[in-house]
């Protein structure tokens, strides 16, 4: 595969995509999605005790409580499944896939083009509700941490990849995508990610909640939710994390070379 | 088989679980006009989805312009599809649509642009342009697939169902369209179950029916293949008695039948060339007074009724 | 030339229309239909409900079966234990034998201690079959109305004499079965076998407000959550999507509520969920009390009745625009 053609077609297709997925309706859903932890974290910071359960509820605590529960346990995984679900899988619905299929293109740069489409979207409002939060606790001090901002973001980038390359390879492999990355994300994950023992370092959740987890519970005591014992380092975390998002890009991008999509008229 | 083929097809078949797509196809296209011709669910769309490389074979050998089709970048440089399913970006205006295509296609933006102008003007979207698709008719989307199709010069388009839709000005539109290509040198395989329209633009047909090749060539080829049944031919005269008298005693005449208006014949003959040579000294010779004279045996209709009833 | 086309020609209908009360379910009915016609998602999302409920239903068999013993080594008075026989069915007898003569009373208690453990179990199931009632329901009714919006089916309902509202009581019947085939069916299961076995039908005797109290809690928790899913289902036009949004708004307000809880001292944010509120209501109605969800009772009356009334006037506003043909 010549990858000048494999990177062009990529460019054409995420240029063709990209103002399709930010005009979308369900853009404005994953708006309000996103708009929710910044929203509470705000009435957090007016309203909240000073201290709850023994830890202090200062912006830390509250960028702690947000960022983690709220924002890496619920808000990196859905708006990644939903939107990137739709990858591949919106062009099989719409039935629009036999125009790229039939240009002079590797078939795989479909997958990366509107993958990568998506995957700006996602990234674009997690950082934009991560980086409210931020400013928002910053109203009660002591505002957070950099460090723990930082962790929080990272672990949500990367989540937010790895969410986003499965819940696209899902969406490309089976009709109804968006129910399995959906049970994945929220019925295997939660599951299998509280159970303690080495099965949780099978879910996604379980490596965010690793990169943040130095940091998170210094600031709010979360042990029950985080379970740091016996956890992997934030880099090891990290570094399965890319590995896996990795594996799973290459495995969307042959699977779309080599899957046939028969679509009705 | 003939060297010079578009598509060659040996033994291809293709099923869809249970359900036969196509069971055992061997087909040989030439280069021009040619009509995919069958009833709905014989297997025109689904051998149109394998030549283009939608769907892959799953018993069979294809090749398309030389090259097996499912995702050969080669073949797509020199193939035009406009497809069945009404499905646009429907984002885009009618000119980013087939420009973004032919960009895809590997044109710069300035000639893509360019070129996808020239198309719309050929499918007489000219003035629409640069109006959203999801604001179109279904006439102009139709003329969009086939702008797409045709914008980039394909030495080959292939359209399914493509007159579907249109009215019957854009049909007559899109039917010069198709001229216009075959003289420019291009081939265009067009499917279609509405017979008169594939024959008023091609006598060369493939006829498709369950999965299966029936029968290809022109029409009268195909015709004359079938000795079971009779030709049919109305004659209209002055004294329809008289002749149909003489008619009767030519030997290749099966049976002659008076219209109920007392003036037209029925002849139906089991040698149509043999008909056609003592036709014209038989009517002289008892001065019927011969009007008219067509076979409908020859259309496309009556071949696909003979074949598949 | 004699041209011939197909007309069709509409006439006012001058008839008399026959009331059909049941025309709802006629449509409650075909959505059953069209969900009995996948198997495989029926079999993974029905699996764990049904090896759960066998699973109860033995464990109250055995309950009643353990004090059915000691009802009979009481009333028999044994003296002699038998040497042969099941080891632990010994023990047990021996276990009555020394519990009859030691204190009838006790032998009374131990009655109305199965009674309850056997309440305590069912709310137990109830409890953990929440979840699927939401799982199933969403897969079955996400799409009810979504897709019909998809198709422009409304088009083809609304063309018949039926109303808006008939529309809806038939979808929520389609809805409602799916839950009750989790939840209320199973807890009818239970509440039968423990009936059944418990000694002379003592369980109905002693137990039916608590049957009727557990039957009314699983009927009102499937409607309440079939009128949520069908209002969200009437905001998508895409199955998927109406899916997606129903797992959203219970993830959102669950977990919503859980941070929250973690900000404040407190545990009213823990409003925002319907299963939340509904384990309180069934606390208030069964006696339990699980530290969760301390708060007034009509606190949670007043949001599931929010919920209720911001789902109807979705639906109301939905379909008839749907009714209108829009």
Redesign the interface.
């Known amino acids: 595969m010549n990858p000048f053609a494999l990177l062009r077609a990529t460019a054409l297709i995420y240029s063709m995509h990209f103002g399709a997925v930010f005009g979308s309706k369900r853009v404005l859903a994953a708006f309000v999605l996103a708009a929710m932890p910044p929203v509470l974290g705000g009435l957090g910071t007016r309203l909240a005790p000073e201290t709850v359960d023994g830890s202090v509820m200062d912006g830390g605590g509250i960028f702690t409580a947000m960022g983690v529960f709220l924002f890496l346990g619920f808000v990196v995984p859905m708006l990644s499944v939903s939107i990137a679900v739709g990858a591949v899988a919106d062009e099989v619905e719409t039935r629009t896939i036999t125009y790229p299929f039939t240009r002079p293109i590797p078939r795989a740069s479909l997958f990366l083009g509107r993958w990568l489409a998506s995957l700006t979207l996602i990234l674009g409002l997690l950082w934009l509700s991560g980086g409210a939060l931020w400013w928002i606790s910053n109203w009660r001090e002591p505002g957070p941490p950099n460090e723990l901002v930082h962790a929080v973001l990272l672990a949500a980038t990367s989540g937010a990849v790895v969410y986003s390359i499965g819940s696209a390879v899902i969406g490309t492999e089976f009709k109804r995508g968006l129910v399995i990355a959906l049970a994945y994300a929220f019925a295997f994950e939660l599951l299998v990610a509280n159970v303690p023992g080495s099965s949780r370092e099978l879910t996604i959740q379980y490596h965010m909640r690793a990169i943040v987890a130095d940091e998170a519970i210094k600031e709010l005591d979360a042990e029950d939710f985080l379970r740091t014992k016996s956890m992997i380092s934030a880099s090891g975390a990290l570094m399965k994390m890319w590995i896996v998002s990795g594996v799973l890009l290459l495995f969307g991008c042959w699977r779309v070379g080599r899957k046939q999509f028969v679509l009705s008229a | 088989m003939s060297g010079a083929a578009i598509v060659q097809a040996e033994g291809l078949g293709r099923w869809?679980g249970e359900v036969v797509g196509l069971g055992d196809l061997s087909v040989s296209i030439e280069p021009g006009i040619t009509g995919l011709v069958g009833p709905n669910g014989a297997g025109k769309?689904t051998f149109m989805k394998l030549m283009?490389?939608?769907?892959?074979p799953h018993r069979g050998e294809l090749t398309v312009l030389g090259h097996t089709p499912?995702?050969s970048?080669?073949l797509?440089?020199r193939?035009?599809?406009c497809?069945?399913?009404d499905?646009?970006?429907?984002?885009?205006t009618a000119v980013q649509f087939v420009r973004?295509?032919l960009?895809?296609?590997?044109f710069g933006r300035r000639e893509a642009t360019t070129r996808a102008n020239t198309a719309l003007e050929r499918v007489g979207l000219e003035e629409a342009k640069d109006r959203k698709v999801n604001g179109f008719s279904k006439g102009m989307r139709q003329r969009m697939r086939l702008a797409?199709a045709i914008a980039h010069d394909p030495e080959l388009v292939i359209a399914d169902e493509p007159l579907t839709g249109l009215d019957p000005i854009a049909r007559r539109q899109v039917l010069e369209l198709f001229r216009g290509l075959a003289s420019e040198g291009r081939s265009v395989i067009l499917s279609s179950h509405v017979l008169h329209e594939v024959e008023s633009l091609t006598d060369r047909m493939v006829l498709i029916h369950r999965g299966r090749l029936l029968a290809q060539g022109t029409v009268r080829e195909v015709r004359s293949l079938i000795s079971k049944h009779p030709s049919r031919v109305h004659v209209g005269a002055r004294d329809p008695r008289r002749l149909a008298t003489a008619l009767l005693g030519q030997e290749h005449v099966r049976a002659v039948s008076i219209g109920a208006n007392g003036k037209d014949l029925l002849v139906e003959t089991e040698d149509a060339a043999a008909f056609e040579e003592a036709f014209a000294r038989v009517a002289s010779e008892v001065r019927a007074g011969v009007q008219s004279l067509h076979s409908d045996d020859a259309t496309l209709e009556a071949v696909f009724d003979y074949l598949v009833g | 030339m004699k041209a011939a086309t197909h007309t069709e020609i509409y006439r006012p209908f001058k008839g008399r229309l026959l009331a059909r009360p049941m025309r709802a379910l006629v449509l409650a009915w075909s959505g059953v239909r069209l969900g009995f016609r996948k198997k495989l998602p029926a079999l993974l999302l029905f699996a764990v409900p049904v090896i759960t409920t066998i699973t109860v239903a033995f464990v109250i068999n055995l309950k009643f079966d353990a004090k059915n013993m000691l009802d009979d080594a009481f009333a028999q008075g044994i003296t002699d234990v038998e040497t042969e026989g099941d080891p632990m069915t010994q023990v047990r007898i021996s276990a009555a034998q020394s519990l009859a003569r030691a204190n009838s009373d006790r032998v009374a208690m131990m009655v109305s201690s199965t009674i309850a453990d056997v309440e305590a179990l069912v709310y137990g199931f109830i409890n953990q079959m929440s979840f699927f009632v939401i799982l199933v329901m969403g897969w079955y009714g996400a799409g009810l109305i979504a897709e019909d919006k998809r198709l422009r089916a409304n088009l083809l309902y609304f063309a018949r004499p039926i109303t808006r509202w008939t529309y809806l009581r038939g979808k929520l019947g389609t809805a409602v079965f799916w839950g009750a085939c989790v939840v209320m069916a199973p807890t009818t299961i239970l509440l039968s076998t423990a009936c059944f076995v418990s000694p002379e039908y003592q369980f109905l005797k002693e137990s039916w407000p608590a049957i009727l109290k557990f039957e009314g809690y699983t009927l009102a928790y499937v409607l309440v959550h079939a009128l949520l899913v069908l209002a969200i289902s009437s905001l998508a036009d895409r199955r998927n999507r109406a899916l997606a949004g129903v797992f959203g708004v219970y993830l959102l307000t669950y977990l919503g509520g859980e941070s929250m809880t973690r900000m404040f001292d407190g545990q009213g944010w823990r409003l925002m969920s319907l299963p939340r509120n509904f384990q309180r209501v069934a606390e208030s109605m069964f006696d339990l009390q699980s530290g969760a969800v301390d708060w007034p009772l009509e606190a949670s009356i007043w949001m599931i009745g929010l919920y209720v009334v911001v789902s109807l006037a979705v639906l109301s506003t939905q379909l008839g625009r749907m009714e209108r043909g829009a």
């Open positions: 869809y769309s283009v490389g939608e769907l892959r499912f995702a970048r080669p797509y440089r193939l035009g599809f497809p069945q399913q499905a646009l970006y429907e984002s885009q973004d295509l960009r895809l296609g590997g797409q």
